[in-house]
């Protein structure tokens, strides 16, 4: 089951993303970084425990960022990672919100939920925000993908209509 995460599960996600980060495949989270953004984040739970989670991180009124994503590394492979992901590229839909980031290690998963790989140079939004305080700033090695929403095309659309009517 996919819901809205809670306080209690807060020491839960921080052990996820504790896991990922010890491998370098996540930047680490402290408890208090996740209890101030506990609202952005959703979790999937099984028998009663937390074992997968991601956040989604508005950067603008034209981004949004999924942040965090983990998966328990003893039910991976059970689409819990792709629910994720679905679920806030959804979220992100509601919010009408065109454009969503993911910046990972993993392309090819992106790939199969509809990203495309994007120049990391072009994102500003999150190189000023987030990446300039990042300790990888000067030497970055995650993949920057976007995906755009039906907000983004239906906008590109009327943009095109737009143009052909004048």
Same mark, same amino acid.
């Given at each position: 089951m996919?819901?809205?995460?809670?306080?209690?599960d807060v020491d839960a996600i921080v052990a996820l993303l504790r896991d990922y980060a010890e491998q370098g495949l996540l930047l680490p989270r402290s !408890?208090?970084? %996740?209890?101030?953004? @506990?609202?952005?984040?959703?979790?999937? #739970?099984?028998?009663?425990?937390?074992?997968?989670?991601?956040?989604?991180?508005?950067?603008?009124?034209?981004?949004?960022?999924?942040?965090?994503?983990?998966?328990?590394?003893?039910?991976?492979?059970?689409?819990?990672? !792709?629910m994720i %992901?679905?679920?806030? @590229?959804?979220?992100?839909?509601?919010? #009408?919100v065109p454009k969503v980031l993911a910046l990972t290690y993993r392309e090819a998963?992106?790939?199969?939920?509809?990203?495309?790989v994007v120049d990391m140079r072009g994102l500003q939004q999150k190189i000023w925000k987030d990446c300039i305080h990042c300790k990888k700033?000067?030497?970055?090695?995650?993949?920057?993908?976007?995906?755009?929403?039906?907000?983004?095309v239906a906008g590109e659309q009327q943009v095109a209509g737009d143009l052909q009517v004048g």
């Open positions: 996919i819901r809205s995460a809670k306080l209690g !408890r208090q970084s %996740v209890c101030e953004g @506990l609202l952005s984040f959703v979790v999937v #739970e099984e028998s009663g425990q937390v074992v997968g989670t991601a956040a989604l991180h508005i950067l603008g009124d034209d981004l949004a960022e999924i942040r965090s994503l983990a998966v328990a590394q003893d039910v991976q492979g059970n689409g819990y990672g !792709r %992901v679905d679920t806030l @590229l959804d979220q992100a839909q509601r919010l #009408e998963f992106f790939l199969r939920c509809g990203f495309r700033y000067s030497a970055c090695d995650e993949i920057a993908m976007i995906y755009e929403t039906a907000c983004a």
